[in-house]
């Protein structure tokens, strides 16, 4: 139902957009957001973007990627600039209808490496 797209292997400070569209059988979204989990580390939130056009970015991004969306076509988007080698990660697009991020998309993954 979230189809995830994208990823791919970049070198230190290229760019990276992913895309993440919804299937209509999510109704009510409210907000859409990016997570990421590397080896070995927790899931985080790197950026979310509500229908009303909030944003909210993990501290590590902010100033190198933007999450933008359109709700027409239950899309969301991450602009990745000036991509690290700690940006390497699985990334995964959300969304929340209500208070929890439930539905989530299979994953796509980025190689930061020269």
């Known amino acids: 139902q979230l189809q995830a797209s994208g990823g791919g292997l970049v070198q230190p400070g290229g760019s990276l957009r992913l895309s993440c569209a919804a299937s209509?059988?999510?109704?009510?979204?409210?907000?859409m957001g990016w997570f990421r989990q590397a080896p070995g580390n927790e899931r985080e939130l790197v950026a979310a973007?509500?229908?009303?056009?909030?944003?909210n970015y993990a501290d590590s991004v902010k100033g190198r990627f933007t999450i933008s969306r359109d709700n027409a076509k239950n899309t969301v988007y991450l602009q990745m600039n000036s991509l690290k080698p700690e940006d390497t990660a699985v990334y995964y697009c959300?969304?929340?209808?209500?208070?929890?991020?439930?539905?989530w998309g299979q994953g796509t993954l980025v190689t930061v490496s020269s």
């Open positions: 959300s969304v929340k209808r209500y208070t929890i991020w439930d539905y």
């Open positions: 209509g059988s999510i109704s009510s979204i409210n907000a």
């Open positions: 973007i509500t229908k009303w056009g909030s944003t």
